[in-house]
């Protein structure tokens, strides 16, 4: 049995159980998605937006699906789907790929979903915080979905923490939607410190109207094999859209970024930096395309990938992209693959820092850069503890899991 028959025998098996447990809006797309699931299958490597990643080899084990019910914290943005205080079927799977096969396979088998609702002109002082915790006693595959709609006029940060406790294998899918109406701001962190035995696949849609801004961090600390993708909509005038994302890797890790932003109106700004270190055997990859319509004059747009493998035996591979249909842009790219600067190991070195100290300290400064630009201070200050910890071999599961102590 091919990786695409065992789930698609696995939605005609359980299909009716997650649509029973499951609300109208999620089950009026589901069969669609379903079906394009389907008629697409996993991507091959063949595929460019999944050149890097075995997808295939990643979904072929048996894994058992969950249907415990999402755990909501009492919160006042923070809803479960199904109690949504606003129609949510303008949103839900609107701005997500419907031609990418985990959004279709996680369209079709999700049962539950979670809102983050911020109304008109509301400003948010303290972070949303979305918890999402790993645990069973036998392999099992985890669909997640997230709402997020930003009212005209609101300000926010949410955090997404993905954690895993358990010594066992899990497949994650997770799709993100996200809505900001003009003028709203946004800064969305998802935080990854999961297992070496987690497979973590997450698709982030963002559509921004008018006057918006929106950074998204993407922060691997601890994984096992990691897909992170994201896609940004610049879809009125004057708007702002900042990626940025670290990640770290050592033992048989594999990090993928694939990002996309694309410019659809005049006057838009896009800033990306990515930074990798990778180590021992693990593998990573970037990929970061800018798109430019024909009629999105007047676009600024800047992405950087900078990547350090601090093992022979680690591997990078780089792909950043500009595609452009206007004349009137200011637009530039650029990527660099490095080892340890051997000078500055010496330098360091002749003034007494033991080397094993100095390429720490080296990797810290590296990551440095991405860290520098979290406006959540408490958040930041925690992260440069956490990347330290991590370059010393000091993090190895997530020290904020009560699951884990």
Same mark, same amino acid.
């Given at each position: ?23 109208a809006v999620m089950n009026a797309v589901r069969d669609e998605a379903f079906e394009a699931f389907q008629r697409v299958g ?96 036998? @392999? ?15 300000? @926010? ?7 895993? @406790? ?114 021992d055997k693990s593998v990573g990859a970037f990929a970061g395309k800018i798109l430019v319509d024909k009629d999105a004059q ?27 249909? @206007? ?79």
């Amino acid at each position: 049995m091919t990786s695409e028959q065992q789930y698609i025998e696995l939605y005609r098996e359980a299909g009716d159980l997650i649509k029973s447990k499951s609300c109208a809006v999620m089950n009026a797309v589901r069969d669609e998605a379903f079906e394009a699931f389907q008629r697409v299958g996993f991507p091959t490597k063949k595929v460019e937006r999944y050149k890097y990643t075995d997808v295939a080899t990643a979904f072929a084990p048996n894994y058992g699906i969950s249907l415990s019910p999402l755990t909501v914290k009492p919160s006042a943005y923070i809803y479960n789907i199904i109690d949504a205080p606003i129609d949510v079927a303008p949103y839900y799977h609107q701005v997500a790929d419907k031609t990418d096969a985990i959004t279709a396979l996680n369209t079709a088998l999700v049962h539950d979903a979670l809102l983050v609702y911020v109304p008109k002109n509301t400003l948010v002082s303290d972070p949303i915080v979305v918890d999402n915790w790993l645990r069973g006693n036998a @392999a099992t595959m985890m669909n997640r979905r997230i709402l997020i709609v930003m009212e005209q006029g609101s300000d @926010a940060t949410i955090i997404i923490n993905d954690h895993a @406790a358990d010594k066992q294998r899990f497949l994650t899918t997770q799709v993100v939607e996200v809505y900001c109406h003009d003028n709203a701001r946004l800064d969305l962190y998802e935080i990854e410190e999961t297992t070496p035995l987690c497979s973590r696949f997450s698709n982030v849609y963002i559509h921004e109207g008018r006057d918006c801004s929106v950074k998204h961090n993407s922060i691997t600390l601890f994984n096992g094999q990691t897909r992170n993708l994201c896609d940004v909509y610049l879809r009125g005038e004057n708007s702002e859209v900042t990626l940025n994302g670290c990640a770290i890797g050592g033992g048989t890790q594999r990090i993928d970024n694939n990002t996309l932003i694309r410019h659809e109106v005049p006057n838009c700004t896009s800033n990306e930096l990515y930074k990798y270190v990778v180590d021992d055997k693990s593998v990573g990859a970037f990929a970061g395309k800018i798109l430019v319509d024909k009629d999105a004059q007047k676009t600024t747009s800047q992405e950087t990938n900078a990547n350090l493998c601090a093992s022979s035996d680690a591997r990078m591979y780089t792909q950043p992209m500009l595609e452009i249909y @206007a004349d009137d842009v200011k637009c530039a790219h650029g990527s660099t693959v490095g080892v340890m600067d051997e000078a500055a190991l010496f330098y360091m070195r002749q003034r007494g820092i033991p080397e094993a100290e100095a390429r720490t300290l080296l990797k810290n400064a590296f990551m440095g850069q991405v860290i520098d630009q979290i406006k959540f201070e408490p958040l930041r200050q925690k992260l440069y503890v956490k990347v330290e910890k991590r370059f010393r071999g000091e993090l190895d599961k997530c020290e904020d899991c009560r699951l884990c102590k």
